[in-house]
């Protein structure tokens, strides 16, 4: 009888270590999910503060190079070697937007020191007939002729006669400062480069 008492201690004491053990390994796996979870949201906020830009297009004003619903993903790095230039399609800062939170896509017409002149159907840059075989219809009305400022850029949408672009906001241009990135791949409806 001796012996089972001193067993069922020994045995009572190692349950309390397999107990304590336990508890132990289940603390070490909370943290390190905890762990695993903060590197991730660290590694997400970085790549899309710093790398891409993610957005959604509201409206039909890139049609039918982009269309509305598409998401877009654009490389920050894009520019941090080259300057931005004519043809590309880029994501930036509304620049009526005061706050700076409004996002619009638009391609780049002009750069800085080009003239834009639009006339008869035709987008003229530095008095040369555009080949945009990419818009949606030719453009409508007469606007111009306009100098592109120094660091800046004039954006108008693929589908000129359906856009709000560079041709009517109060701050006509785009200051380069307000250029996220440039959009390379839309995603949602199927994965497509964007050119």
Request: proline letters at 4%.
């Amino acid at each position: 009888m001796k012996k089972d008492k001193k067993y069922k201690v020994i045995q009572g004491e190692q349950q309390i270590k397999s107990d304590k053990k336990e508890k132990r390994s289940f603390g070490k796996e909370v943290v390190s999910w905890v762990k695993t979870i903060v590197i991730a949201l660290v590694l997400a906020l970085f790549v899309d503060s710093v790398l891409i830009v993610n957005a959604t297009v509201p409206t039909g004003s890139m049609e039918n190079t982009i269309m509305t619903g598409d998401r877009l993903l654009a490389l920050r790095t894009a520019y941090w070697f080259r300057e931005p230039e004519a043809g590309d399609i880029v994501i930036f800062k509304f620049p009526d937007d005061p706050t700076g939170k409004t996002l619009y896509v638009k391609r780049i017409i002009g750069t800085e020191g080009d003239t834009i002149e639009i006339n008869n159907g035709e987008v003229k840059v530095n008095g040369m007939v555009l080949d945009e075989p990419y818009i949606k219809e030719k453009t409508e009305g007469k606007y111009g002729p306009v100098t592109v400022p120094e660091g800046c850029y004039f954006m108008m949408g693929d589908n000129r006669n359906r856009s709000v672009d560079s041709r009517f906001w109060d701050n006509t241009f785009v200051r380069e400062d307000q250029i996220l990135g440039k959009a390379v791949l839309k995603y949602y409806k199927g994965v497509e480069l964007i050119s």
